[in-house]
């Protein structure tokens, strides 16, 4: 399975984006990572394959909201109330596997990134 990430682009802090990510086959949960600059990659959020439950970091709860179209083998990542620290690039990521996990090795399949730069 390909995974196709877009959206990314620079806004201003307050703003919105919304990250869409397209697979090119049937996956189970799929989620979004994030790695800033001279940073570790850290997970941002996760959405069972119903879109039944979905799970976010803690810095993002609240203002992101993760989302699917199983019909379209899609994810989307809604980024509201950027913040400068949000800039980073942005990883859509796919399970093969069903489960709920938010470490980088419980994810089987990952797209290319999408650049987010928020500016203050």
């Known amino acids: 399975v390909q995974l196709q990430a877009s959206g990314g682009g620079l806004v201003q802090a307050g703003g919105s984006l919304r990250l869409s990510c397209a697979a090119s086959g049937r996956t189970y949960g799929m989620g979004w990572f994030r790695q800033a600059p001279g940073k570790e990659r850290e997970f941002v959020a996760h959405?069972?394959?119903?879109?039944?439950?979905?799970y976010y970091a803690d810095s993002v709860k609240g203002r992101f909201t993760i989302s699917r179209d199983n019909a379209k083998n899609a994810v989307y990542l809604q980024m509201n109330s950027l913040k400068p620290e949000d800039t980073a690039v942005y990883y859509c990521?796919?399970?093969?596997?069903?489960?709920?996990?938010?470490?980088?090795?419980?994810?089987?399949?990952w797209g290319q990134g999408t650049l987010v730069t928020v500016s203050s």
């Open positions: 990521t796919a399970r093969n596997v069903p489960g709920v996990v938010t470490t980088i090795g419980g994810y089987t399949y």
């Open positions: 959405i069972t394959w119903s879109g039944g439950s979905t």
